[in-house]
């Protein structure tokens, strides 16, 4: 993979984007690590220009175009036109359905759907002026078998996978590829919130369901992305790449 193409990933600051962001760091690639963290841009940023990398850091809602279009501008100017995104910024919480209320499904989908929509969108200028784009969606094993009090997170997840399929039809013909990668159970700071809140199982429990029994690591979930973005990846597209230890086999 030329090392020279430039990188957006969103929600890149903590979690499974933070290790997306650095493995595309290491490698060599300009990245554009978009969050809304003030404080992780801030001290993971830093930590990676100490190493070499070439890292912009940026505060952004991926459910305002306004504020993706600005950093986008940005990006062009300081770091290269857009070839890679990975759409990860995401939220999820467990509520049961019927206390979801329409605020609260609402800014599930702005932020998780419409979120992968302006930053999808945002970048195809510069993908089909090149004629060569990679675009990989994070999206999740709740969308492929339901969960529990999360059926507004599973809902916008399952669009996250329905558009995917659609742009890769759409854009194939044009050099770019799209694909989603649905995690299942991943060891982040956002299932520590979720297991402190009582809302998520512990690890640990969970683990003894996975075939593989471990969580997942952004670190596995950074490596299927690399194979994507690369030019050996190159003849596929729509595709779903379950990254989950077998827990979900579909």
Known sequence: MTEDRVVVVTGGASGIGLGI??????????VAMLDVQEDALEREGAA?????????????????????????AVIRNQLGKIAIVVANAGISEGIPFQDV???????????NLTGVFHTVQAS?????EAKWGRIITISSHAAQSGAADRAHYSAAKGGV??????LAREF?????????????????PMADQGIAAGTF?????????????????????????EYLASDGASYV????LAVNGGMFIG
């Open 21 to 30: 962001t650095q493995l595309f760091a290491r490698k060599g690639h300009p």
């Open 48 to 72: 990676l220009r100490a190493q070499g990398a070439n890292i912009l850091a940026r505060k952004v809602d991926v459910s305002k175009r306004e504020e993706i279009e600005a950093a986008y």
């Open 101 to 111: 209320s329409v605020e609260i499904w609402q800014r599930m989908v702005d932020i």
């Open 124 to 128: 195809l200028p510069d993908m089909l």
């Open 161 to 166: 996978i329905g558009l995917t399929r659609a």
């Open 172 to 188: 194939a013909a044009h050099g770019i590829t799209v694909n989603t990668i649905p995690p299942s159970v991943v060891a982040t």
């Open 201 to 225: 199982p512990p690890l640990d429990v969970i683990s003894q369901h996975i075939p593989i029994p471990r969580p997942g690591t952004p670190e596995d979930i950074a490596a299927a992305c």
């Open 237 to 240: 597209t729509g595709q779903v």
